[in-house]
């Protein structure tokens, strides 16, 4: 963002839309996949969603102007919000944690290219924009090696006495969801400026920006822990709090990005986990599931670090990031079975 609003010489506030341009997708997705995912084969989303994602970051790479460019973001927001809706869909069943864990953990390491990239192209070509350019060819590849498969069509087998229960299930995966995804990106959208709060030089913080998304790359590379008949959640979530604790009490540059490391490894495991025991949910489509997912992304991604910044706004940043804190805890709470009535209530398939 920093680059294009040099670019176009506007202010950056004005490309403010950017940022949200992927919860927009998500949104969006969510209403409009089931209806599309009954007509469309996965295979035909999956390379729509590609071919979209692509477009949209060549437009971000050349765009001269700002609608161009607002255009582009949308693109990829659209385009990416698809391939989250396909991911879940593709790697459905009683793995599913662990091998949504798995990718997540290469797209992660991925992520700590970007920066890096962003920087060298702008140092060695005109622009750092054309460092999206990288992202084009793997999307087109997707779009031409994804197989057309079927329609994604689920009839909804639940009976209508645990329609109650299933809407119940339904209603905490989704609350479960949000949480997670609220507490990584208020990580994702505000460590740089924690550290640059911290005292380092914009070069220094962005630099060791990259320490979350490697810890984000490192959990998920390690994947879902269990402890002793425990939900990933728990271990993971502690960890969160453990970084959460250092990023926001202590003001050493060294030991906020220790922070940061480990709130990235705590955090790594709860999207994929939270995500896939909500698609595995009986009694609605994994299709209509998934778009939950979506939304309850979506929902996260426009609230929480938006939250955050008008608690920034009141106190200092540092005590700001303690909003992560009661986001853990309701997670842990939304967490637990219902009651010792019912069935025990599997968070990690």
């Not at 495991?269 to 299709?287: E, I, K, N, R």
Request: glycine content about 12%; proline content about 6%.
């Amino acid at each position: 963002m920093a680059v294009l609003a040099r670019d176009l010489a506007l202010p950056a506030d004005r490309l403010a839309l950017l940022s949200s341009a992927f919860a927009v997708g998500l949104l969006v997705v969510a209403v409009v996949g089931p209806r599309v995912l009954k007509v469309l084969a996965i295979g035909v989303v999956l390379r729509v969603g590609a071919v979209v994602c692509a477009v949209g970051g060549v437009l971000i790479a050349v765009a001269p102007t700002y609608g161009l460019a607002i255009a582009g973001g949308l693109g990829v927001g659209l385009g990416g919000a698809l391939l989250i809706l396909i991911a879940p869909l593709l790697l459905s069943g009683p793995t599913a944690a662990a091998q949504l864990t798995r990718v997540n953990a290469f797209a992660s390491a991925s992520g700590i290219l970007a920066p890096l990239a962003i920087g060298a192209a702008d140092k060695v070509v005109s622009t750092g924009r054309l460092a999206m350019l990288v992202a084009v060819p793997p999307l087109l590849v997707l779009a031409v090696i994804a197989r057309p498969g079927v329609t994604h069509e689920q009839a909804v087998v639940a009976p209508q006495r645990l329609e109650r229960r299933v809407l119940m299930q339904v209603g905490r995966g989704w609350a479960r969801v949000v949480l997670a995804v609220a507490v990584e990106f208020c990580f994702v959208i505000w460590a740089v400026a924690r550290l640059l709060d911290s005292g380092l030089t914009i070069a220094g913080a962005a630099l060791l920006g990259s320490a979350f998304p490697i810890g984000m790359a490192v959990g998920r590379a390690i994947g879902p822990v269990h402890v002793r008949g425990w939900s990933p959640i728990v271990p993971g979530g502690l960890l969160a709090v453990a970084g959460t604790l250092l990023v926001s009490l202590f003001g050493t540059p060294a030991v906020v990005t220790a922070g940061l490391v480990l709130a990235g490894i705590g955090v790594a495991p709860l999207y994929p986990v939270t995500l896939a025991a909500l698609v595995a949910t009986p009694g609605l489509s994994s299709a209509r599931l998934a778009a939950l997912g979506a939304s309850a992304s979506g929902v996260a991604i426009l609230l929480a670090p938006a939250v955050l910044a008008a608690l920034a706004g009141v106190v200092d940043l540092r005590t700001a990031f303690l909003v992560t804190l009661p986001l853990l805890v309701a997670l842990f709470l939304v967490s637990r079975p219902l009651s010792r009535g019912h069935a025990r209530e599997t968070v990690s398939p």
